[in-house]
Structure formats: C-alpha cells, structure tokens
C-alpha cells in the first residue's frame, strides 16, 4: 500500500491466500479487536492531508480506519510509545478515494492505521511538509537546501505536462523520464520555468541541472534567479519571482548529463526562493542547490 504507482487490477489472478490484490490486506476477524499496520514515515514531518484509498477493494474493504501518529526521532515505537489520534474513526467506501485535510502543527516520524475489523487498502498516502532540526546541522557545511527531504517545496511552474514539478526534488537521480519534470512542446514565444522554496534560508554555492534520460526533450538552457522572500503567501510567488535577481546566467545545456554551476553564480547573498528557467522548453531531472545555511529573518 506504500507503492508510489497507482493500483491496479488483474482479472482472474489468484494465489494461496485468494485473489490477489494490489496492496495490503488482512484475514478476515474472528474474534475480537481490529487489524493494524505501523508506517516508518521516509521523513519526520507535520501532516497536512492522509488519502485511504480502497481502489478495487469492494467486497473486502475495511468499514472505517483511523490514523494515529507518534515521534520517535531515535528508532521505532514499543509497547511504551504514546500514540496521537490525528484522524478520528471515518466510514470507507469500497472502490474509493478517502482524501481527509489535516489540522496539527505535530511533528510525526511514524504512523499506525487502524482498520476496523479487517480488510484490504490498496494506497495509503500521506501529505506534509518534511522536518528538520537545522540548529544541529553545521554551520559551516554545505547542504542541499533544495531536497525534499530537506523541505524543499516545488510552488508553482508554468506547466507540467509530462511529470510533476516537485519531482525534480526528490532524492537520488531520476529512475527515468517520468520521474522527472518536463513540459510541453512550446508554439509560441516565452519559455517555462519552475519556483522552489528552500527548505531553509541559504546561501547558494553550487548549482546541478540534471537532464538525465532527457535526450531529444532537454531544454536547450537554463538560467535561475532567487531572493529572500520575507512575508507572503505561496499564492503570491508568481507575481514576485518577476523581480529577484539573477543568480546563474543564461547557460547551455546537454542531454543526459549532470551540469553543475559554480563559478558562474553571481553573489546575491541568502535566499528563500529559487525560479529556475528553462528555454524554451523540455524536461528537467533533478535541480540541486547546495549551500549554507543563514539565518533567518525576522519578518518586517
């Protein structure tokens, strides 16, 4: 159920435990009590929204679930760990989507579901913002202060048509093109690009542009600007970023390759947000940006 493909369905599949099913599922209860599964989040983090999907589940699916959530930063839960309700008991629905918004500013690093009594869900994801302690992170050594797993938020683009911005984020190279972020083809003028909040204020060192498996899609270059955004809404970002200063000048790019910028950065100090251009148009694998962590500024 933690498989970051869609579910699917196999007409007339069967194993020794019955038809086989694309996710987790349970024996059927005879007894007392419920069935429940324990989730090492990939990141601590606070949780915005939880999806229980039951997709193809329909005469087997569990009648409700809750949500549960602790913080255990050095190993796993026990029989002594506290467990937080952050999502109360909800009726399910076979064959459904259950997409619940959340209201906490907890930090979870794990997660039990509850389904009452059994039964099968086929996806469970889970929606928030990484956290990090960045007082014990060195000061003086650099970071990827773009990682998703370091907070770093993709905010909006111009378009995503072939794969989705916050791709280009995530950690590891690219598995393939789909695992990336790539736009249309362009018919008219202009050129695309993609904003980036850092996980935290810093000051950029170097640049990677990755255009891994894009070969005839890769843009022909790129260029970033970025500032220290102070106040605001994510919904503003757009109309801001048309003001920030040029941090990388325009530069060209290649299919397939890691290119990495360093000398050709301008010195515009720390910064909270990055817009990366592409021109006109293409497919991008991974954005790095590695530097220092700065202070962060107390809003005016």
């Not at 989730?39 to 999907?53: E, N, Q, S």
Request: aromatic share 8%; charged share 20%.
């Amino acid at each position: 159920m933690l498989q970051p493909t869609e579910p699917v369905w196999k007409e007339g599949v069967y194993d020794d435990n019955g038809k086989w099913m694309d996710g987790w599922e349970s024996r059927r209860k005879r007894g007392a009590g419920h069935d429940h599964a324990v989730i090492r989040l990939g990141v601590a983090g606070t949780i915005r929204a939880i999806d229980i999907d039951t997709r193809y589940f329909t005469g087997n699916y569990p009648p409700s679930a809750s949500v549960e959530a602790c913080y255990c930063p050095d190993g796993d839960p026990d029989t002594n760990t506290c467990w937080t309700e952050i999502l109360p008991s909800l009726s399910l629905q076979g064959n459904s989507q259950h997409l619940h918004e959340l209201e906490n500013s907890g930090v979870w690093s794990h997660l039990r579901l509850n389904i009452y009594p059994d039964g099968g869900i086929a996806r469970l994801r889970v929606y928030g913002i990484p956290y990090r302690d960045w007082s014990t992170h060195p000061k003086q050594q650099p970071i990827d202060l773009a990682s998703a797993l370091n907070g770093g938020r993709a905010l909006a683009c111009s378009d995503q048509h072939y794969g989705h911005m916050g791709n280009i984020l995530n950690p590891g190279r690219g598995a393939n093109m789909g695992d990336g972020w790539e736009t249309a083809r362009r018919r008219t003028p202009g050129f695309d690009w993609v904003i980036v909040a850092l996980g935290h204020p810093g000051l950029i060192q170097q640049v990677i542009v990755d255009t891994h498996h894009f070969k005839g899609n890769f843009p022909d270059s790129c260029s970033i600007l970025a500032a220290y955004v102070n106040g605001g809404t994510d919904e503003q970002i757009e109309a801001q970023s048309l003001y920030w200063q040029e941090l990388l000048p325009a530069q060209k790019l290649t299919m397939d390759a890691e290119h990495r910028f360093e000398a050709e950065l301008n010195d515009i100090g720390p910064v909270t947000h990055v817009r990366l251009n592409i021109f006109p148009d293409g497919g991008v694998s991974r954005l790095r940006l590695l530097g220092l962590i700065a202070p962060v500024a107390t809003a005016k």
